[in-house]
């Protein structure tokens, strides 16, 4: 007898609370208003914390002088007169105190009974049932217990389920009237700051924020799962020091194993085991796995079941596994001795391609130990995907998982890569693999060429287009030109990026040459044809090259409107500090710059810098080169002179060390022009003089067509001119200099010429198109900050140096030879540049490494940036 009075105890009492229960104040205060609805539903998979709530909105009642009866069904529940005895039970036993007595035995059976009972009860206090493990119960016919006792519609009577499936109860209609609680089981999952509080009370553990939020993203807040982790921590707290806690892990493989997978359907648990090589789940896909036809059943079973399956948002009917219990599968699946999971992989594979999904596709390829597919799908289905949305960390993968015979087997695939390297200035690498394609196409028996003839695919113009856009990237518009001179009047293949890319490439160099209607007709048919295919990346490049075409016409409004355009998709699309957000924001600095709005201009341009150890995409010159440029007018402007010394000089040292040789010589020149114009005479002329050290080179890279470039050169030359007693000679380059941006529609560098001009010679040049008076603040950006009427004034102040670290440290010679050392040059080089003997400019290396306190030619260049 005692042992039956115990199991029945076992049944009407509720648990004890257990270590580590702790108060959640957003599910705890519930209880308050439990008694308010007839059914409050807690339903939710096994572990989820249901029984813990129940026991302390129970607690909860009690202390609030409500009357509660507890009872925790079982198996032998399924009976729902067995069910009913047992609520008896639990009814009597609550309410002995008052004298409440068994209804009468003539009733006809037990259920009548219970619900005789329960309204004498109710009679004398209102109630709340509380209802464990009600699916127990369900199971069998023992739900029939619980619907009579709604259907009495018992007054002053909540009654409180806790379930792992959907009850059979009519739940709609008690929505509809307003008579339900339910609690879903997202409410039931820990948060992060629930998750601490939890393992402290728990294991004693103390867990920092960053670990908290560690292990709520590895449980996903499923209080069985912190519970098992607390166990493991408290045993072991260096347990998951290394490693996060899996599924297959002992502590959960048992817990799944006696509370999940125990007394399953051989055919489910088959289901499970199959599927469980997948991150989602549908019927079709989960059809193509198995091999069956009933993956839309089984699927709706699991949900009803509430195992460790849950509906993804959306209108179709997508599901995925608790990745716990995820993990736990995949461990019994791989231990399975007869399990071809490499088949699985591959129905997975073949069904995201047949049903569009093809970087799933490529996934399942590679788990499925196809790499040969995986590389034909990369090349045949992710180019497109790869290329709109910027997964450059995916292809990356991809083409260190794929071996080296079906990677360069891919041309489009090789072509890409050498894409990459390209962004990411590894031009040397680039040029490898192009010559590693060359090598390839020449030998006519290579799979390679096998595939470019089946395909059609140009693989001489596409090694043009690359060198092409290699001078674009790398700073050497002359190559690059060259390059597309090569493909004059001559389409590309029609595959992926093929002659939606060489216009697109093309567009860039006319707008570096002058040609701006050739460029704007350009890179709007590319924008045409990428934003048709969705292809972002390409989109954005084509409205900023069509934002520096109207910002060089001077047409700020419509730079200002293709600018956001390209701004609103990049930020749909891609990460806010990424490159592709970068661009577009550094115009949209110019736009507000020259509106006279200096803080918008800097917020933008700070945005859109680099950080210090950026690894993502450089992009084009014009990201750091406007950037730079632009923070350091105004800071000029807003008298932060210092600072914008600070950023130039940064931007200067990044550009030597990524020997990022376009971005280093313009940012010399905006040093020169800066100088002159803070009335710093000899600074500017000492930044002159270097710049000429470096004009082979850049007039090798440079054609004269390169107004970019040419034109602050020119205007630099000048005023040195100027400076030096040659002021006609200045006037007259000047004048060439506006000449041509006016017969090129660059009104905006006419116009800031033309300004320099008046400046320079003391009067007031009228603007020669009426177009001119749109442009604002850029109009000003060669005029001395200091009037030259105003210099003798100014002059007792302290004179900004690009260069201060080395004022009156070294020799001029010593600066000359230091100023080739940063442009890479040779002792030999330095020599015959200077026309001295290699052992003078050992002689003077040896000097400036002594007074600069440096050991070596690098730490000689940096410290003469800073």
């Known amino acids: 007898m005692s042992q039956q009075a115990s199991l029945i105890n076992l049944h009407i009492s509720p648990p004890r609370a257990s270590s580590g229960m702790i108060n959640r104040p957003r599910l705890t205060a519930l209880a308050r208003l439990l008694t308010q609805y007839r059914l409050c539903l807690v339903h939710a998979p096994a572990g989820s914390g249901k029984t813990t709530l129940l026991a302390q909105w129970h607690e909860s009642l009690l202390e609030s002088d409500v009357k509660t009866v507890w009872y925790s069904a079982g198996e032998a529940d399924r009976d729902p007169f067995a069910f009913a005895d047992g609520l008896m039970l639990a009814f009597k036993a609550s309410f002995s105190e008052i004298g409440a007595s068994m209804a009468a035995r003539d009733e006809p059976d037990?259920?009548?009974?219970?619900?005789?009972?329960?309204v004498r009860c109710v009679e004398a206090a209102p109630i709340a049932l509380f209802v464990d493990d009600y699916h127990l119960a369900e199971g069998g016919d023992g739900g029939e217990t619980i619907n009579r006792i709604f259907a009495a519609r018992i007054p002053n009577m909540t009654i409180v389920l806790a379930s792992r499936t959907r009850p059979s109860i009519p739940i709609g209609r008690l929505r509809?009237?307003?008579?339900?609680?339910?609690?879903?089981?997202?409410?039931?999952?820990?948060d992060e700051a629930e998750t601490e509080a939890f393992f402290q009370a728990s294991s004693g553990v103390t867990l920092t924020s960053e670990e908290s939020r560690q292990m709520h993203g590895y449980t996903e807040g499923w209080a069985a799962g912190l519970r098992l982790a607390s166990l493991v921590l408290g045993r072991t707290p260096s347990a998951f020091a290394a490693t996060p806690p899996t599924g297959s892990h002992r502590a959960f493989a048992e817990y799944f194993l006696e509370e999940v997978i125990l007394g399953l359907p051989e055919k489910i648990c088959r289901?499970?085991?199959?599927?469980?090589?997948?991150?989602?789940?549908?019927?079709?896909?989960c059809n193509a796995v198995t091999g069956w036809e009933d993956g839309s059943e089984v699927l709706e079973y699991l949900e009803e079941v509430q195992l460790f399956v849950v509906r993804l948002p959306g209108s179709q009917r997508w599901y995925k596994y608790h990745h716990l219990f995820q993990e736990f599968l995949l461990a019994r699946l791989y231990a399975e001795t007869h399990a071809d999971i490499a088949a699985l992989h591959s129905r997975a594979a073949q069904w995201f391609i047949e049903n569009g999904s093809p970087m799933e596709a490529v996934r399942h390829a590679f788990l499925a130990r196809r790499p040969d597919w995986a590389a034909e799908m990369i090349e045949s289905y992710c180019l497109y995907d790869y290329l709109s949305h910027g997964r450059f960390e995916i292809f990356s993968r991809w083409m260190q998982q794929l071996p080296r015979d079906a990677r360069e087997e891919r041309p489009l695939l090789l072509f890409l890569q050498v894409w990459r390297f390209i962004n990411m200035r590894r031009f040397l690498q680039a040029e490898q693999t192009l010559r590693t394609i060359e090598d390839l196409a020449a030998d006519k028996t290579s799979r390679l060429s096998v595939i470019a003839r089946e395909t059609g695919l140009d693989v001489d113009g596409r090694l043009h287009l690359m060198r092409a856009l290699i001078g674009a990237y790398g700073g050497d518009i002359a190559g690059g030109l060259a390059h597309i001179d090569e493909l004059a009047g001559r389409e590309l293949d029609h595959l992926a990026f093929g002659s939606v890319d060489l216009d697109s490439?093309?567009?860039y160099f006319a707008l570096q040459a002058g040609d701006l209607t050739?460029?704007?007709?350009?890179?709007?048919?590319?924008?045409?044809?990428?934003?048709?295919?969705?292809v972002h990346w390409g989109g954005l490049h084509s409205r900023?090259?069509?934002?520096?075409?109207?910002?060089?016409?001077g047409l700020m409004q419509e730079a200002k409107d293709v600018a956001e355009d390209a701004l609103r998709i990049a930020r749909g699309n891609f990460a806010e500090h990424s490159y592709m957000v970068a661009l577009p924001s550094v115009l949209l600095g110019v736009v507000a710059f020259d509106r006279g709005d200096f803080e918008e201009a800097e917020q933008l341009w700070i945005r859109a810098m680099p950080s210090e150890n950026a690894t993502d995409v450089s992009g084009l010159c014009e990201r750091v080169l406007i950037a730079t440029t632009g923070l350091v007018r105004v800071y000029d402007a807003t008298g932060r002179s210092d600072k914008g010394t600070n950023v130039l000089v940064r931007a200067s040292r990044r550009a030597y060390e990524t020997e990022d040789f376009r971005l280093e010589f313009q940012l010399a020149i905006e040093r020169a022009n800066r100088a002159f114009r803070l009335g710093n005479r000899s600074e500017g002329l000492r930044e002159w003089e270097r710049l000429s050290l470096h004009l082979p080179e850049a007039e090798r890279r440079f054609p004269a067509s390169a107004w970019q470039i040419w034109d602050p050169f020119h205007v630099v030359t000048a005023r040195a001119m100027m400076e030096t007693g040659q002021a006609a000679a200045a006037g007259e380059g000047l004048r060439d200099v506006e000449a041509r941006a006016g017969r090129e529609g660059?009104?905006?560098?006419?116009?800031?010429?033309?300004?320099l001009i008046g400046q320079l010679e003391g009067a007031t040049r009228a603007p020669a198109s009426e177009q001119q008076v749109k442009v604002g603040r850029l109009q000003d950006v060669y005029l001395d900050i200091a009037p030259a009427n105003a210099r003798q004034v100014l002059s007792p102040r302290r004179a900004v140096s690009v260069s201060e670290p080395l004022a009156g440290a070294l020799t001029r010679r010593e600066e000359e030879v230091l100023e080739l050392m940063r442009w890479g040059l040779s002792n030999g080089e330095i020599a015959a540049k200077l026309r001295i003997n290699i052992n003078t400019v050992k002689s003077h290396t040896k000097n400036l490494f002594s007074k600069l306190g440096v050991k070596s030619r690098t730490q000689a260049v940096l410290k003469g940036l800073g």
Not at 110 to 118: K, S
Request: aromatic fraction near 8%; charged fraction near 20%.
């Open 110 to 118: 037990a259920i009548t009974r219970l619900v005789a009972l329960v």
């Open 176 to 190: 509809v009237s307003g008579e339900i609680l339910e609690v879903p089981v997202e409410d039931l999952f820990f």
């Open 271 to 285: 289901f499970l085991a199959m599927t469980s090589i997948l991150d989602a789940l549908n019927s079709g896909l």
């Open 505 to 507: 490439i093309h567009s």
């Open 518 to 534: 050739l460029a704007e007709k350009l890179t709007w048919r590319a924008k045409g044809i990428y934003d048709e295919i969705a």
């Open 544 to 553: 900023a090259i069509a934002a520096m075409c109207y910002i060089a016409r």
């Open 746 to 755: 660059r009104l905006l560098s006419a116009l800031q010429v033309s300004r």
